[in-house]
Nanobody, 122 residues
Framework: QVQLVESGGGLVQPGGSLRLSCAFS????????MGWFREDPGKERKFVAV????????FYADSVKGRFTISRDNEKNTVYLQMNSLKPEDTAIYHC???????????????WGQGTQVTVSS
């Protein structure tokens, strides 16, 4: 059974940086495109970034383009989200997710991690 476990969240000041990690287990990592979504309490999960199974293709939400970078290490079965120039509006629970086909919609993803809290505040 595939499992995803996120780590790396925390409290950071505006303008600061964080790197989130998502460890994949229980399957073949390179079979999946990997995405990051974020969730505000009581609201739908919003797409942040996606990376293809090979790592050769990425796509970002306009709100994070130029500030966030998604990457993956298929030998370590891990996907990362480097977040720079963080803003208070980036505060959310960040989830990684696995999809056989990729995409920007939450319903396109079959497997989800529990999430890690990111808080951007002075």
């Amino acid at each position: 059974q595939v499992q995803l476990v996120e780590s790396g969240g925390g409290l950071v000041q505006p303008g600061g940086s964080l790197r989130l990690s998502c460890a994949f287990s229980g399957g073949t990592f390179s079979d999946y495109a990997m995405g990051w979504f974020r969730e505000d309490p009581g609201k739908e999960r919003k797409f942040v970034a996606v990376i293809a199974w090979s790592g050769g293709s990425t796509f970002y939400a306009d709100s994070v383009k130029g500030r966030f970078t998604i990457s993956r290490d298929n030998e370590k079965n891990t996907v990362y989200l480097q977040m720079n120039s963080l803003k208070p509006e980036d505060t959310a629970i960040y989830h990684c997710a696995a999809s056989s086909g990729g995409g920007i919609l939450a319903r396109q993803y079959d497997i989800w991690g529990q999430g890690t809290q990111v808080t951007v505040s002075s």
